[in-house]
Structures are given as C-alpha cells and as structure tokens.
C-alpha cells in the first residue's frame, strides 16, 4: 500500500498520459459491440435487410444512429439524459464491422495481409540487390 501523497502523484501521472479515459473507451467499444452482436434493436425506418446487418453493416457514417441504441447509460447526459453523440467507436475494427459488417472487416483485413505479404517479399528481393 503507497503512501497518500505517492498514490495521489500515480493518478495524476496516469492522467497525464491518457489512463483516465480508458473506461470511457472501454465503455463505447461495449456499445459498438452490443450495437453489432444484437441488431434487432436497432431499427432504421423500414430496414428490409435488418437480419443481414451482422454481414454487411449498416453503410458508411452510421455509427452515430446505430450507436444510440446501445449507448450506455453511464456516459449519458447527466442533466438531459442525453446519449452523446459519437461518430467512432474509438477503435477502426469495431467502425468498420458496424458500417460494413463481417464482410468489410474480411475485405480490409485480406488488403491489409496483401500489402504486408507484397511488401515482405519486396524487402527479401533487395536483400540480394544490396551489396554487402
């Protein structure tokens, strides 16, 4: 156990480095999950592809309607009640399985593993080129 004043002096560091908005964040990546695990709570007029969503999202800048569905209720407004209004998720993964669905996610993740392999392959070749 650390002495008050060290205690205070850890907090205040961890603050400064950008510790003390973990739980909100951890808190929104919920919402972003619970927004994709459970779609049928979500209604955006009359959403024919509704029990689709999981596999191609709900389009591109959609995060902040469909995250109001799910937003907890702990970083809700405490005077209005209010949801805030989050255009991301804090996370690029959880944005792009909301607005493209498990399709999108697959898609960048596959371009992601193209460029890396391409690049790495490159790197090998000019290993031979350059004289030692």
Same mark, same amino acid.
């Given at each position: ?22 739980? @909100?964040?951890?808190? @929104?990546? #919920? *919402?972003?999950?619970? /927004? ?5 709570? @979500? ?6 592809? /509704? ?24 970083? #809700? ?9 989050? /255009? ?21 993740? *596959? ?18 080129? @350059?004289?030692?």
């Amino acid at each position: 156990m650390l002495p008050d004043g060290q205690q205070d002096m850890q907090l205040s560091t961890a603050e400064q480095v950008g510790l003390s908005t973990l739980g @909100i964040r951890v808190a @929104i990546w #919920k *919402c972003a999950i619970d /927004a994709f695990v459970n779609p049928a709570v @979500i209604r955006v007029g009359q959403d024919s592809f /509704a029990s689709l969503r999981w596999l191609i999202g709900y389009g591109p800048e959609t995060f902040m309607v469909v995250s109001q569905a799910t937003f907890p209720a702990e970083l #809700k407004s405490q005077y209005t009640s209010i949801s805030l209004l989050l /255009a991301q998720p804090e996370n690029h993964y959880l944005y792009l399985l909301i607005t493209s669905g498990v399709l999108g996610v697959i898609t960048f993740l *596959c371009l992601l593993g193209v460029f890396f392999f391409v690049g790495f392959r490159m790197l090998q070749g000019l290993g031979s080129v @350059i004289p030692s």
